[in-house]
């Protein structure tokens, strides 16, 4: 295994908190990190050794980055895929292009999902109006519409219910608010129990771990709470898991995944969606694991033996959004309180600021799995 030994330069395309949380583990094993971002002072790059400040479009800036890093990884999904596919002809990409392209677009990540044999919630692909009134025909309401693309924490997203269907003034409104070519999903609304997610990383060699199935909590569209490990039965648990490593080596992954996934009323799980980079609900990992999923996006992706993602204590992580992270001098007073503060200057409703995870002892007492 040709590994990319500690003292190299990570590339990291993205400047937030799963940047800035990556560089700090990619320091503890002795790398440096180079951030690639259009924004100045961003929470990653105040943590790394080099920035470049200018954007994903910047050829020669992209140019320049290729030639400085050793491995580049990406810190969310929705960096255009051009320049990440440029950057790839020039330095390892991981994970690979191909695997942002299909997690960046709802239909071909359903398609691919569903292709090997993985349960999503009923969906139809909407193009116009027309085919949207056929998929209300098909699917029923309520449903949910969402735009394929650039879509996240709940944006471009509305609920469709009954007696509120008049297709072409939806489709309409929603045009607007869509990249060309307009393209969206019509989903079934799932009267889900619970939401859970499931981490996996895989290195170069096909080798991978888990992190157990973690529950989510989700107010206003964005994480609010994860609940590690999920409250849920262990079979449904290891069901989960099975079907993230499954996913995981189908899209020949070297990195990291998280698998977002809904549990129906009846046990059954749909996954909703992938994020293929460290995840809001693995940030208990620094805290409760042998090794946080933010040192193991750096060890697969410099083709390093993976940690062991075995929890030590279960964990509730609570996300400090907005003004929330004004609490910090009463959350800093909790000796067991462990708080992860981003360094972003202005805290808007729905950003996210910080993090606070606590630790309890594990309930199961086993020491013997993740
Ligand atoms: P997404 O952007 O697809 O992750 O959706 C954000 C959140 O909206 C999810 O975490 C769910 O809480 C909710 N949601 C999305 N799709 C559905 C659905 N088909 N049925 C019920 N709730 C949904």
């Known amino acids: 295994m040709n590994a990319i030994p500690p003292g190299s330069t990570i590339g990291i395309l993205g400047g937030g908190q799963l940047g ?3 560089a700090l583990a990619a320091a503890t094993l ?9 924004e100045k002072d961003s ?3 105040q943590v790394s050794a080099a920035a470049t400040v200018a954007a994903y479009t910047d050829h020669e800036a992209l140019a320049r980055f290729a030639r400085e890093v050793a491995v580049v990884t990406y810190e969310f999904e929705n960096i255009p895929h051009a320049p990440v596919a440029e950057l790839e002809r020039l330095v390892p990409v991981r994970p690979s292009a191909n695997v942002l392209q299909i997690s960046q677009d709802r239909v071909r990540e359903k398609s691919f999902l569903n292709g090997i044999g993985i349960a999503t919630a009923p969906w139809r692909q909407i193009t116009d109006a027309a085919t949207l009134q056929n998929a209300i025909q098909e699917l029923g309401l309520p449903s949910v519409l969402k735009t394929a693309r650039l879509g996240y924490d709940g944006k471009g997203q509305v609920a469709v219910k009954p007696g509120h269907a008049d297709p072409a003034a939806l489709w309409q409104a929603m045009v607007k608010a869509m990249p060309d070519p307009a393209e969206a999903v019509l989903e079934r609304f799932v009267n889900f129990e619970r939401e859970i ?3 996996v990383v895989r290195g170069p060699d096909g080798k991978h771990a888990n992190y157990v199935a973690v529950e989510n909590r989700h107010e206003h569209h964005i994480l609010a709470q994860t609940i590690a490990p999920a409250r849920i039965p262990l079979a449904t648990a290891r069901k989960a898991e ?4 499954h996913i995981a080596e189908k899209l020949d992954l070297v990195g990291i995944i998280a698998v977002e996934m809904f549990v129906g009323e009846n046990g059954e799980l749909m996954v909703n969606e992938l994020a293929p980079r460290p995840h809001n609900s693995g940030h208990w990992t620094i805290d409760a694991c042998v090794t946080s999923q933010f040192e193991q996006v750096v060890r697969a992706i410099c083709g390093l033996p993976l940690g062991s993602p075995r929890r030590h204590s279960d964990a509730v992580m609570d996300n400090l959004i907005g003004d929330a992270v004004d609490r910090w001098p009463e959350l800093i007073k909790d000796p067991d309180a462990k708080l992860h503060l981003y360094g972003k200057a ?9 993090h606070v995870t606590r630790l ?3 309930k199961d007492g086993s020491l013997s799995d993740s």
């Open 20 to 22: 800035r949380m990556t």
């Open 30 to 38: 002795g790398y440096r990190c180079h951030i690639f971002c259009p």
């Open 43 to 45: 929470p990653a790059a």
């Open 197 to 199: 997610s499931v981490i």
């Open 242 to 245: 099975g079907m993230a490593r």
């Open 346 to 354: 202005e805290a808007r409703p729905g950003r996210k600021m910080g």
């Open 360 to 362: 309890l002892p594990r």
